[in-house]
């Protein structure tokens, strides 16, 4: 282990994470019933310019006045680049009393637009008297922000997770798409030609891959939750399935919901199954007993577990104990 040990985030559920535009305050009242972990209440891209104020209001309303239960709730702002970023801060803070958890914030280009905004938060919190610290949720959806991430994940002690904003990255960086954050049935490989009358077969690949892997390993080493963004086609459950198993397999903690169909899915795919916590327990269990005995390593099921395995095995009970309490 380096002598720099990475300060854990706030540590909350945060599978499933369900957006909601704040201009709907039915869909508000309806998204506290759900089984989503986080509710976002969005200022930005769900509301059109001119319904910007009402949502204010409709969002300052509910954090009053709606039971969320143990769901935590968060407020997605307007980006720094526009006039409405100060007056949704101001407003949701000043307004709108001590029920929310977390701003998020869109569009992340530079480590010094996270400073902005801490600096803000900060004040606000400090003049209304706020208890409890406010964190941060940033969406990295820009070249900008890609090329910037792993400052921009050390930027602020307020900062809890990094999400994938494949729509608007895929804006950025003039990436060719078909289906927001779904695969592209033209990038893929064909196999070789090996002899003259041989079938070649063609392999879709993973258009996202490399910008998923990039930000998880950014937000591991700052601590912080990588959470995978929005999956656009909510008529097609199977596909947004395997995005989001490819996310949790790199390292991902859990996924958008664009509609409520999809909480369900990404709940089931970041639980870890009762198979795997057994699983999980028998391998702690089968080291406990081999450091006993002074040994670094031993076989389980014939494979090789030793202390790294060890680690492994501990996320996936402390996650199953997280869900279990929530
Ligand atoms: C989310 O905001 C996205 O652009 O995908
Ligand atoms: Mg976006």
Redesign the pocket.
């Known amino acids: 282990m380096s002598f720099t040990i990475a300060e854990q985030a706030q540590a909350r559920l945060n599978r499933s994470e369900l957006a909601v535009p704040g201009s709907n305050y039915r869909f508000i009242e309806k998204a506290a019933d759900s089984a989503a972990d986080i509710v976002f209440l969005d200022l930005?891209?769900a509301v059109a310019p001119d319904d910007k104020p009402q949502a204010r209001i409709n969002i300052v309303k509910a954090l009053n006045q709606i039971d969320f239960g143990s769901k935590s709730v968060s407020v997605r702002i307007n980006g720094l680049d526009t006039h409405y970023m100060y007056r949704d801060v101001v407003d949701i803070l000043e307004q709108g009393g001590e029920r929310l958890d977390l701003i998020m914030i869109?569009k992340v280009g530079t480590a010094a637009d996270v400073y902005a905004l801490d600096m803000l938060t900060t004040q606000i919190e400090d003049a209304v008297g706020r208890e409890k610290r406010i964190g941060f949720e940033l969406?990295i959806?820009t070249a900008l922000g890609m090329a910037n991430v792993e400052a921009i994940a050390g930027a602020s002690k307020r900062l809890e997770s990094l999400?994938?904003?494949?729509?608007?990255?895929a804006a950025s960086t003039r990436a060719r798409t078909t289906v927001?954050?779904g695969p592209n049935p033209k990038y893929g490989v064909l196999t070789d030609k090996t002899s003259e009358n041989s079938e070649r077969e063609y392999h879709w690949g993973d258009m996202w891959h490399y910008a998923i892997a990039r930000m998880v390993v950014a937000a591991r080493a700052n601590g912080l939750r990588p959470i995978d963004?929005?999956f656009g086609d909510f008529s097609d459950p199977d596909g947004y399935r395997a995005q989001a198993y490819r996310a949790a397999i790199l390292g991902c903690e859990g996924k958008?919901a664009i509609h409520p169909s999809q909480i369900d899915l990404a709940n089931e795919v970041y639980s870890p199954s009762e198979e795997e916590v057994a699983k999980a327990q028998r391998i702690l269990d089968a080291m406990e007993q081999a450091q006993k005995e002074g040994k670094g390593a031993v076989s389980l099921d014939g494979r090789l577990i030793d202390i790294a395995s060890i680690k492994q095995a501990e996320n996936l009970v402390r996650k199953a104990a997280q869900i279990a309490s929530a």
């Open positions: 930005e891209d869109p969406i959806e999400h994938f904003g494949v729509a608007d990255y927001i954050g963004g929005p958008w």
